[in-house]
């Protein structure tokens, strides 16, 4: 069973999906190969690093793929212990906050009505909920053993 915990720093605007498994019969490069292949299916460029138990995301140039557009990459780090094996993914929405703002600050300038002005720079962090699933799903993608 693969147990999922979410958490969020407000001070780097930084989402974590932490996810484990208590059985060890998944080893780190398959499950960082499982990653790879899932944010790869949902629309991220892919690079392994130096470290040979992470890898990086970010979204590519053009992306149709509207929550990749709102974070500014992440990275997942896989950990093995002889109490299982552990997933984090981890993305800053940082280009949200200064994508909101910017529109924000545009519109009032421009002398859109307040209502006008608020549900515009809402309406683009419905796309954190599109990032908040995709992330854990990738997490939860990385630890399952069906294969890929």
Request: glycine share 6%.
């Amino acid at each position: 069973m693969i147990q999922t915990e979410a958490r969020f720093t407000w001070t780097s605007l930084t989402l974590s999906w932490l996810a484990e498994r208590t059985d060890t019969s998944l080893s780190v490069p398959a499950a960082l190969r499982r990653a790879q292949d899932d944010l790869e299916e949902r629309g991220a460029t892919v690079e392994l690093t130096r470290d040979p138990d992470c890898l990086r995301f970010s979204a590519p140039w053009f992306s149709r793929r509207s929550w990749l557009g709102i974070v500014a990459g992440g990275c997942v780090r896989i950990e093995r212990d002889s109490a299982g094996i552990r997933v984090t993914v981890q993305a800053s929405f940082w280009p949200l906050l200064l994508y909101s703002l910017g529109l924000g600050g545009l519109l009032v300038l421009s002398g859109f009505s307040l209502v006008l002005v608020i549900m515009l720079v809402v309406f683009p962090t419905s796309f954190a909920i599109a990032a908040y699933n995709d992330l854990r799903g990738a997490a939860r993608a990385a630890l399952t053993l069906n294969p890929p």
